[in-house]
């Protein structure tokens, strides 16, 4: 744009924005230090995981009582970090559709009648039969 200025034209330089990270650094510096912690944690679980995800950041802008000079800046950042796998658990399924560990259907090894007679010949701290009592 030009100017007159004392009777020359004066043109007017428009000034370069710079750095968005200078200008994030300098009007919303917690958003710069939380975006830099939540990339390096995304990193991590991405080598941890081997899988996506992802680190977004929306700025809202809007003006002060209608003018052209002031503004309020707000953000909002949102992480994604990616799942880890999760092992799954076998389990039997009861005759009352409940779940169980062990198979409902077979008969266990040992009964408690078993283990009781065992009496003296049990390793109170292991569980281990010492030796078998006289059948």
Do not use: Q
């Not at 968005?20 to 300098?26: T, V």
């Not at 995304?42 to 809202?60: D, H, Q, R």
Request: overall charge negative; aromatic content about 2%.
């Amino acid at each position: 744009m030009n100017h007159l200025k004392k009777g020359h034209m004066v043109e007017e330089k428009k000034k370069e924005p710079g750095s968005f990270a200078a200008m994030l650094a300098s009007i919303r510096p917690s958003t710069d230090v939380e975006l830099a912690e939540n990339l390096s944690k995304l990193i991590e679980e991405v080598k941890a995981t081997g899988k996506k995800g992802t680190l977004s950041v929306v700025f809202e802008v809007k003006p002060v009582n209608g003018g052209d000079r002031l503004v309020i800046i707000n953000d909002a950042l949102k992480l994604r970090l990616p799942e880890r796998t999760r092992e799954g658990t076998t389990a039997f399924v009861t005759d009352s559709n409940g779940l169980s560990r062990s198979d409902p259907t077979s008969s266990p090894l040992f009964t408690d009648e078993d283990i009781r007679d065992a009496g003296a010949n049990v390793n109170p701290r292991t569980g281990e039969i010492k030796e078998a009592p006289e059948a």
